[in-house]
């Protein structure tokens, strides 16, 4: 089992940048992909990035590539989300997860494991 923990969100202007930051407990890590949801007020959860269990493979929505950067550090049990440019779309909560699955998800089913997420406001 893998409990995951959001944590860099906060208030930001638009343009500015933020990191999310998602600790990871569990020693098997490394086995599993992860990636990075959002869900704002009255909309679905949407994917927003996703990485392969090496972190070798990484995958972006179309709204976020570009301006977003996923990465992990197995060592350290973390997967980050770096994000610039940001804009007021961009204002939501975001979510890590985890599966169990190798390759990489786009869709929340996919991921057996959640965080509590982390609010991230994008002020025009």
């Known amino acids: 089992q893998v409990q995951l923990v959001e944590s860099g969100g906060g208030l930001v202007q638009a343009g500015g940048s933020l990191r999310l930051s998602c600790a990871a407990s569990?020693?098997?890590?490394?086995?599993?992909?992860m990636g990075w949801f959002r869900q704002a007020p009255g909309k679905e959860r949407e994917f927003v990035a996703s990485i392969s269990r090496s972190g070798g493979n990484t995958y972006y929505a179309d709204s976020v590539k570009g301006r977003f950067t996923i990465s992990r550090d197995n060592a350290k049990t973390m997967v980050y989300l770096q994000m610039s440019s940001l804009n007021s779309e961009d204002t939501a909560v975001y979510y890590c997860?985890?599966?169990?699955?190798?390759?990489?998800?786009?869709?929340?089913?996919?991921?057996?494991?959640w965080g509590q997420g982390t609010q991230v406001t994008v002020s025009s």
């Open positions: 997860a985890a599966s169990r699955s190798a390759g990489i998800w786009t869709v929340p089913p996919r991921y057996d494991y």
């Open positions: 569990g020693r098997t890590f490394r086995d599993y992909a």
